[in-house]
């Protein structure tokens, strides 16, 4: 599998943010973004994850099995600034969702809110949890459904450093296992 950017343009409000960007990443890379506030970081991991129109260019998945995945959209996990969870559903409740609505069972609930280090708060509901717990469930929802692809934007936003550790090392278990990461981010993240 292999993630192609060709000459791929970006626009906010009908206006260009960024023009002319080429990637091609590997199973097993990571291509980490970087820029001031503002210069197109989350337009282009919103335009590679099929959330928004590229003005120009485009964004593909050669893969060996494209019944599987035939598109980047299909391939890909999402985690954006909003964590994507409803606050009156529980952490189980939450990640019992997405897990049935990606419909590619990967890691238990119980085992990927126990890798993120949270196995006490799987009853609670989700909007009684800290902001760095919250960002860490969401996490979980990466682990509960296989996607190969991993599109982060400020991954760790909210998160201690032990916690970014915990998340470093999740990252590379991924790349490991011959998935990519796509990572917008304004700090190291360990890789």
């Not at 189980?92 to 609930?109: A, R, T």
């Not at 006490?120 to 949890?129: C, D, I, K, T």
């Not at 459904?145 to 998160?159: C, H, K, M, Q, V």
Request: charged content about 20%.
């Amino acid at each position: 599998m292999r993630l192609i950017a060709e000459k791929l343009g970006g626009e906010r409000g009908g206006e260009p943010v960024f023009d002319d960007i080429n990637f091609q990443v590997e199973p097993g890379e990571g291509l980490i973004v970087t820029g001031a506030n503002g210069s197109g970081k989350s337009t282009l991991l919103r335009i590679v994850a099929g959330l928004l129109p590229a003005s120009s260019g485009a964004i593909r998945l050669e893969a060996a099995d494209a019944e599987e995945f035939p598109s980047v959209a299909a391939a890909s996990h999402y985690l954006g600034h909003g964590n994507a969870m409803k606050t009156a559903l529980s952490v189980e409740e939450n990640l019992k969702f997405w897990q049935e609505f990606h419909g590619s069972s990967h890691l238990g609930i119980d085992e990927a809110i126990e890798m993120v280090g949270l196995p006490e708060v799987a009853s609670l509901p989700y909007g009684y949890l800290s902001t760095g717990q919250k960002r860490r469930i969401s996490i979980a929802k990466l682990l509960v459904s296989y996607r190969p692809i991993w599109l982060l934007d400020e991954p760790t936003a909210g998160l201690d450093k032990a916690s970014e550790t915990q998340f470093a090392a999740l990252m590379r278990a991924h790349l490991d296992d011959g998935g990519i990461i796509v990572a917008a981010t304004h700090i190291p993240l360990g890789l």
